[in-house]
C-alpha cells in the first residue's frame, strides 16, 4: 500500500536547467508535505515544506507547487547546480487543525537527481 | 548545536544473531523516530516516542524487534533474531515537542547500515 508514490527513478539535468520531481499521493487525510534531500552515507535532511491551505511555496531556488485536486505536488530547482545532485525524497504527514500532530511521516521511493557540470 | 548521533555506523551479523543499535537525539528533541530505509524505498517508520512513552509502533516487528528510550534521552533499537530481510539502513530522528498545528521539522541522524548474512 504505497501511499506516497515518486514514480520516476532517476532524473538528469544539465547545471543551470529546471529540476522538476514530482510526487503523488493518494491518502486524502495527507495535510502537510515535505521534500528531504538525502547524499550518500548521510541522512535526510529537510529542504522546504507546504500546508495543503497553500498551493506554492518557495524559499531561494526550491519552490514546491501542491495539487489537491490531482493529488499531486511538485518540487522544482531553479537554477539546478551539481551540488544538488542527490536523492530526494517525498514525504506526507496527517496534522489537521486543533489536534495534536505526532508527526508520523510516509515517505515516497525517492528520486536520484544528477545535475551535470 | 549537535545533530542526531547514531552508532555503530555499519554492522554485518549472520541469521538469527541479534544486534542493537543506538541514538541519541538533539538536545531537548520530545519526540524520537526509528526508521528502516530497505534499498530503493523511502524511509518507513517503525517506532516513536514522546518523551520516554510510544506514541506509534504500529509497523514494528514486534516478534523480534524492541525499542526502549529511557528516561526520555538516548534510545536502543534491537533485533532478536535478525531475518536476511533485515538488511536495511536504520534511520533515528528527532523533532521538538509536537504543536497542535503545523509540522516540525524532523532531524535524521547518519545512520546503521545492517547486513544480515
Known amino acids: 500500500d504505497q501511499q506516497v508514490k515518486q514514480n520516476s527513478p532517476s532524473l538528469s539535468v544539465q547545471e543551470g536547467r529546471i529540476s522538476i520531481l514530482n510526487c503523488d499521493y493518494t491518502?486524502?487525510?495527507?495535510?502537510?508535505f515535505l521534500w528531504y534531500k538525502k547524499y550518500p552515507a548521510e541522512g535526510p535532511t529537510f529542504l522546504i515544506s507546504?500546508?495543503?491551505?497553500?498551493d506554492k511555496n518557495e524559499d531561494g531556488r526550491f519552490t514546491v507547487f501542491l495539487n489537491k485536486s490531482a493529488k499531486h505536488l511538485s518540487l522544482h530547482i531553479v537554477p539546478s547546480q551539481p551540488g544538488d545532485s542527490a536523492v530526494y525524497f517525498c514525504?506526507?504527514?496527517?496534522?489537521?487543525?486543533?489536534?495534536?500532530?505526532?508527526?508520523?511521516?510516509?515517505f515516497g521511493q525517492g528520486t536520484i537527481l544528477t545535475v551535470h557540470p | 548545536e549537535a545533530g542526531v548521533a547514531q552508532s555503530p555506523r555499519y554492522k554485518i551479523i549472520e541469521k538469527r544473531q541479534s544486534v542493537a543499535f543506538w541514538c541519541n537525539p538533539i538536545s531537548g528533541h520530545a519526540t524520537l523516530y526509528w526508521y528502516q530505509q530497505i534499498l530503493g524505498q523511502g524511509p518507513k517508520l517503525l517506532i516513536q516516542?514522546?518523551?520516554?512513552?510510544?506514541?506509534?509502533d504500529s509497523q514494528l516487528p514486534k516478534d523480534r524487534f524492541s525499542a526502549e528510550r529511557l528516561k526520555g534521552v538516548d534510545s536502543t533499537l534491537k533485533i532478536q533474531p535478525a531475518k536476511l530481510e533485515d538488511s536495511a539502513v536504520y534511520l533515528c530522528?528527532?523533532?521538538?515537542?509536537?504543536?497542535?498545528?503545523?509540522?516540525?521539522?524532523?532531524?535524521f541522524g547518519p545512520g546503521t547500515r545492517l547486513l544480515v548474512l
Open positions: 514525504a506526507a504527514s496527517s496534522v489537521g487543525a486543533g489536534g495534536t500532530s505526532y508527526g508520523k511521516l510516509t
Open positions: 516516542f514522546q518523551n520516554n512513552g510510544v506514541v506509534d
Open positions: 507546504i500546508s495543503s491551505i497553500k
Open positions: 491518502n486524502s487525510m495527507f495535510d502537510y
Open positions: 530522528a528527532s523533532s521538538r515537542t509536537p504543536r497542535t498545528s503545523g509540522q516540525e521539522t524532523q532531524y
